[in-house]
């Protein structure tokens, strides 16, 4: 089994399918940075399917078992369903999931479920308008996406709900947002990370799970949920359930890093492999494969890169933070 310098696993490929997005939410892409002028990728440096294909075939040989397909926002991009398919025909391939704003999933949830994907995570910050509105950057209406869960959820995709907590943002709606959504499928609240460059991080945003647990509880607090036990080995969240079953998960990366079991690698549109969400600078893939390498040639590429891995960004976060920021890849490359 192929693992790195802290014996961790290569279990999980995120693929960013493009850069673009269709929202401009200030904790990724903020309009101030990615303005209408903006230069986005342009075609050609993109990874064409083929090249994705083979790709993932690379990383499922090396021990890769589940498929996440990011961006920017994955639905932008052309004939997604054909590239979901050839990924679905991967021998080893376990499950296919995407990380989606949700605004197309009612034009293509059906289409990418029955060309092999199993589940989406669909983002969502507030059911206030206003709130939502600042947050996605363009002033979309909450409903968009609530429309788009539910196609999914009709398509027959697995569906969670992700929403990214800021202090002072939108932490005062968390309760509404838990109660209205609670039933359509299970939430995870983030705290808000320092990813990328742009999006004025502090500590003093930070809502910790604990207290994110406790509002959502209301004047029970966080005695309102049981926890429950991980359901596999490098689980990103912490699972609780309220006493009808349903499900909450924090995702506590700054106060309560899960750096230790960390088995994701990260591939840009462009084909640079990451092997961190706070990495900054990743190892080309695209240009040895362009250039002709052989399957064993790039299955020896991302076996090394793999096996030299010892990031731990999350554990050494304050020890970073006090020495001045470092330069780090946007989210918008490499999802989330």
């Not at 892409?29 to 230069?39: I, N, S």
């Not at 910050?125 to 950057?137: A, H, I, K, T, W």
């Not at 006493?243 to 088995?263: K, M, N, R, W």
Request: with cysteine; glycine share 12%; proline share 4%.
């Amino acid at each position: 089994m192929l693992t790195d310098q802290l014996g961790r696993p290569l279990r999980d490929l995120r693929i960013s399918v493009t850069d673009r997005c269709n929202l401009r939410c200030t904790y990724c892409m903020p309009a101030e940075v990615f303005g209408a002028d903006y230069a986005f990728l342009p075609r050609a440096e993109l990874l064409s399917f083929e090249e994705i294909e083979r790709l993932a075939r690379t990383f499922v040989d090396l021990g890769v078992r589940k498929l996440r397909l990011t961006g920017g926002e994955p639905t932008l991009r052309r004939d997604l369903p054909d590239l979901v398919a050839r990924l679905a025909r991967i021998e080893g391939v376990q499950d296919i999931a995407m990380t989606t704003n949700g605004l197309l999933l009612p034009r293509f949830a059906d289409a990418l479920r029955a060309a092999g994907l199993d589940r989406v995570t669909v983002s969502i910050d507030s059911l206030d308008p206003e709130v939502f509105g600042r947050m996605n950057g363009l002033g979309q209406h909450p409903q968009k996406v609530v429309d788009g869960i539910e196609a999914a959820l009709t398509a027959g995709l697995g569906v969670k709900i992700n929403t990214v907590v800021q202090r002072g943002v939108n932490d005062a709606g968390l309760r509404d947002l838990w109660l209205a959504l609670r039933g359509l499928a299970p939430l995870r609240f983030i705290e808000f990370m320092d990813v990328g460059n742009h999006n004025g991080w502090n500590m003093d945003s930070v809502v910790p799970s604990g207290e994110v647990l406790a509002r959502l509880g209301g004047e029970a607090g966080a005695a309102a949920f049981a926890p429950r036990a991980a359901g596999y080995r490098g689980e990103v969240a912490t699972r609780h359930v309220d006493t009808a079953g349903h499900e909450v998960g924090l995702i506590s990366s700054v106060t309560a890093p899960f750096c230790g079991d960390c088995s994701r690698a990260r591939l840009s549109a462009v084909g640079a492999l990451y092997t961190c969400l706070f990495a900054g600078g990743g190892t080309d893939l695209r240009a040895p494969l362009r250039a002709g390498a052989s399957d064993a040639e790039l299955r020896d590429l991302v076996a090394g890169v793999w096996a030299a891995r010892s990031d731990r960004y999350s554990e050494e976060r304050g020890e970073v933070t006090r020495a001045g920021t470092r330069p780090k890849v946007e989210m918008s490359h490499i999802g989330g």
